[in-house]
Each structure stands twice: as structure tokens, then as C-alpha cells.
Nanobody, 123 residues
């Protein structure tokens, strides 16, 4: 069974940091583009970061550029989302998604989704 499991969400004050994890089981992330997406209350799911296939270049949405990074640990078959300088508008449920051998992390082409982890940025 192909699974992605996110963890690391929680409540953080504005300006704080969180590190989310996305662990894969049943498959190796080496053959996939891996993206982080988020869905704020009342809004659609948006892509915020992606490691593409095969050269593993990364890209970020303008809203998180310079604040978020997407490191990976191949030995653990895990991708992370390091979030710094968090703002209240970053409040959302965060999902990771895997797209088979893709140059981009297009939401509609995601093959495997995680269950999501909630991030709340509030004082």
C-alpha cells in the first residue's frame, strides 16, 4: 500500500518556526516529484513547494519564497517542510503529495496524498 504520512503540525506564534515531515511507505520517493500543498479555511488547495523529478530542483510559491524550504532525507524516504517566519496567513492544513516521474507538482496529477497536518499561526 502506498502511503504518505505527515506530522509536525501544531500551534505556533507569528514569527516562529515549524518543521513538517512527510514519510513515504510502500514506495520510494526517488521516482516521484514531491510537493507540499496547503488548504486554508474556505479556500482551495494550493501548491507551495515542489521537488521535481528527476533533477530534484526545488521551487516555491511567491507567498513562501525565502521563508520555507523543502529538505529531504533519502535514507529515511522522507521529505520535510521547514517553515520559518510564520505568519497568521500561513494557517492551513498542510498536505504532501507525490507525482510519478513528474517535472512539476500539479495538484490534479498527484498519485499519492498524505492525510494532512494542521498548522495554526496565532498569538
Amino acid at each position: 500500500q502506498l502511503q504518505l504520512v505527515e506530522s509536525g503540525g501544531g500551534l505556533v506564534e507569528p514569527g516562529g518556526s515549524l518543521k513538517l515531515s512527510c514519510a513515504a511507505s510502500g514506495f520510494t520517493l526517488d521516482n516521484y516529484a514531491i510537493g507540499w500543498f496547503r488548504q486554508a479555511p474556505g479556500k482551495g488547495r494550493e501548491e507551495i513547494s515542489c521537488i521535481n523529478y528527476p533533477d530534484r530542483t526545488t521551487k516555491y510559491a511567491d507567498s513562501v519564497e525565502g521563508r520555507f524550504t523543502i529538505p529531504r532525507d533519502n535514507a529515511k524516504n522522507t521529505v520535510y517542510l521547514q517553515m520559518d517566519s510564520l505568519m497568521p496567513e500561513d494557517t492551513a492544513i498542510y498536505f504532501c503529495g507525490a507525482v510519478w516521474r513528474a517535472l512539476a507538482c500539479v495538484r490534479t496529477y498527484v498519485d499519492v496524498w498524505g492525510q494532512g497536518t494542521k498548522v495554526t499561526v496565532s498569538s
